[in-house]
């Protein structure tokens, strides 16, 4: 991706770029321009471990001058996919609940599972009451589920 291309449409965008060497997925989170250098910020689809630690995001950036950068090894991947930023009125922690308490109905523990293992679609957690979520196809019974089944403030479709 080239600096000139950063801009707010490709939040929550699904995406793969370089984390330590190696080519991940995951989703745009935030993005940051200053007068020197763009940088996006890569929600990971699982988390990756460097050394001790373990990494569920990190910032592609590129100077505006020159490009120089990891920035462009940053390809967006979901350009037919829809995607949406559900805000729900109790954390996903205490949402999670629901799964685990009766995982014989719903045969996963979370609400990340349930919407990973839908074909198509993929969670990205990005605070304790939001997430964006993008599917190819189901976007529509995705919706429908996560009203009837979850406590939603908002969605917000993201173009």
């Known amino acids: 991706m080239k600096t000139t291309e950063v801009n707010d449409s490709i939040i929550g965008k699904r995406c793969k770029s370089i984390f330590t060497g190696l080519m991940v997925t995951g989703t745009i989170e935030a993005i940051n321009i200053t007068k020197h250098i763009a940088e996006v910020k890569v929600r990971f689809d699982e988390p990756h471990r460097w050394g001790d630690e373990l990494f569920e995001n990190s910032w592609s950036h590129a100077r505006l001058h020159d490009e120089f950068g990891s920035l462009h090894h940053l390809e967006i991947i979901d350009d037919q996919y829809q995607t949406i930023k559900v805000t729900f009125s109790e954390t996903i922690k205490q949402i999670n609940v629901m799964f685990t308490g009766d995982y014989k109905t719903w045969g996963v523990v979370n609400l990340k599972e349930w919407c990973d293992t839908y074909e198509s679609t993929?969670?990205?957690?990005?605070?304790?009451?939001?997430?964006?979520?993008?599917?190819?196809?189901?976007?529509?019974?995705?919706?429908?589920?996560?009203?009837?089944?979850?406590?939603?403030?908002?969605?917000?479709?993201?173009?």
């Open 122 to 159: 993929r969670f990205t957690q990005i605070d304790e009451r939001t997430a964006i979520i993008t599917s190819e196809y189901n976007m529509e019974y995705v919706k429908e589920w996560l009203s009837k089944n979850t406590p939603i403030t908002a969605i917000e479709t993201i173009i």
